[in-house]
């Protein structure tokens, strides 16, 4: 089973590193970034309605001024984010229109970086999970405990609790005895604050259920690496992020 988890995570880091070169502007503006924010602007307007065929990749090469490999990267990430299937021979279709109370915490052309930081997290923390279920100590333990606890008591009082999140799963990377795994997430400390920010004022307007789920995911995350399962704690901290990055584009009518 360990050769599965390391399999599943070379190939997470794969899909990172050799993920198709985008266009670049005179300005350094990446093109993918652009048409990615514009497809999701006009999703979330209504110009692209909810279970209607978007156009072409063709058209929408046209319409941004792109090549079709960029509209074809663009619309993969829209897939990730469970806005968008493809249907063989019928083009794109929207699964469902992306929450417009995302445009009230987060310019919406920055949400390609949540996007690309939430595959950062994905790749990165389900191993250090994983790790942290064989090697944690009694104090480590101790100390994702009182993470959890603490963001127990955010839920209760229904407050942002963005340091208590990330103090959870910092708490969990240095338990894998790894600083590269602790630094490598410090690194990206400030982007996991912009996503979470977004993620959780969202999540204060949506139902009491919505953020129940959330910590039940947590929880499941602490009791694989409490009984020592490397398998189901990286396995639980794949499925927490995934199901992050989705909650983040679902609208209140997803409840």
Avoid: W
């Avoid at 503006?29 to 514009?38: E, I, K, L, W």
């Avoid at 005895?177 to 949506?206: P, Y």
């Amino acid at each position: 089973m360990a050769d599965n988890t390391a399999a599943k995570i070379e190939a997470d880091a794969s899909e990172i590193i050799t993920s198709p070169r985008v266009e670049v502007g005179t300005r350094g503006v990446n093109r993918v970034d652009t048409v990615y924010a514009s497809i999701m602007d006009a999703m979330s307007n209504g110009e692209f309605p909810e279970s209607g065929r978007l156009p072409t990749e063709t058209e929408l090469a046209q319409r941004f001024g792109v090549s079709r490999p960029t509209v074809r990267e663009a619309l993969s990430r829209l897939r990730l984010d469970g806005l968008i299937a493809s249907r063989r021979g019928s083009g794109s279709f929207v699964l469902r229109r992306p929450d417009r109370n995302i445009k009230r915490f987060a310019p919406i052309e920055s949400l390609a970086d949540v996007q690309r930081c939430f595959a950062y997290r994905i790749a990165l923390e389900s191993a250090a999970a994983g790790l942290a279920a064989e090697l944690r100590t009694p104090r480590d333990l101790d100390e994702i405990a009182r993470a959890l606890e603490h963001l127990d008591r955010v839920r209760e009082q229904g407050t942002l609790g963005v340091d208590e999140d990330l103090q959870f799963h910092l708490a969990i990377v240095r338990a894998s005895q790894n600083i590269f795994f602790v630094t490598a997430l410090e690194m990206v400390g400030d982007q996991m604050r912009v996503a979470m920010q977004l993620s959780r004022s969202l999540s204060l307007e949506r139902s009491k259920v919505r953020r129940e789920v959330v910590q039940a995911e947590h929880r499941e995350i602490v009791n694989a690496i409490d009984k020592g399962s490397s398998v189901e704690a990286a396995e639980a901290m794949r499925l927490h992020l995934g199901n992050a990055r989705r909650r983040l584009f679902e609208g209140p009518q997803s409840e």
